[in-house]
């Protein structure tokens, strides 16, 4: 038998590198057993063929690997970037633009779905923090029923410290505020999603601090300021009604930025160049972009980066 017309699987030898050495010098020294004892020239000849065949199979081997991998690398990326994993949460950095669950049989249209196809068909992911369709930052993900529980509990008695980053047109005076104003529907609107600050409304407290003040000379609204803020309690939309609420609505918020035409031009897919241009960024530029709670004895702290057009947005100022 000739080992040169039958070399051993690259599949098997790219699974695990000391196995595929193992099982490579065990047919070795199958092959040498065959030769006879006596032809010490033939089993040298046998041992340099099979040991050159052998090295050229694993080089192979290891490039097929490294393609796989990075593969599997660029098909993460492109469902979303993770910021932390272990064998209960997925912490994701969600991208501006993509809904938290299903509304299209699309399986790449929401979060959910995507971590659905990233865990495997058999898993079964919650969500504990859901943030709006345009807005960016850390969500945590729960692998089970009973991590899931565990946090919304944690989530329901407010023990979680969440902070965002938000654009919003104007320059705030103040280095720091607090906006207690209480929120319920805004049964003036004809979106049915919008609240208000109403008096007969839900507890509501916004802490915001001015990270940065600075002005984009090209536009007809000259003067931003970028703002970290920090929930005490978590209402529907309540960073964005409370910012336009005090005169300095969220930079592309088309609901709560002064004319909510531009939502339901949005939502009936009738927005023209003008508007657009009034809206300055595709998506409203909040950013959730830090979260920390205890759980099971340990402080968890996750961060979250923003998008580069945000960045760009600020820094290029």
Known sequence: MDLASNPPSPVSTARCGHVAAKFSWSR?????????????????????????????????????LKVLIHNYSQSVQNLFEIIYEDC???VINKPAGLVCHPTKTDEYSSLISRVRLYLGKDSHPQLVNRLDRETSGATIVAKSAVAARQLRKIWESREV??????????????????INAPLGKDESSKVAVKDCVRADGAVALTEFWVEKRFER????????????IRLHTGRKHQIRIH?????????GDKL????????????????????????????????????????????RVFEAKPENIFSEFVDDA
């Open 161 to 178: 410290e969440k902070e965002y980053l938000a654009i919003v047109h104007g320059d705030i005076e103040r280095n720091h505020g607090t």
């Open 217 to 228: 000379a090209e536009l007809p609204q000259r003067c931003f300021s970028l703002l970290r």
């Open 88 to 90: 209960e949460l997925l």
């Open 243 to 251: 910012l336009a609420h005090i005169g300095y609505p969220i930079v």
């Open 256 to 299: 709560y930025g002064g004319d909510e035409d531009l939502y339901l031009a949005l939502v009936e897919d009738r927005l023209t160049a003008e508007q657009w241009q009034r809206l300055i960024l595709r998506n409203q530029a909040l950013h959730a972009s830090r979260v920390r709670f205890d759980w099971n004895g340990n402080e």
């Open 28 to 64: 070795l020294s199958l092959v040498v057993r065959w030769a006879p004892h006596n032809d010490r020239p033939r089993r040298q000849r046998i041992i340099a063929r099979t040991t050159f065949i052998l090295t050229i199979v694993v080089k192979i081997a290891r490039v097929h």
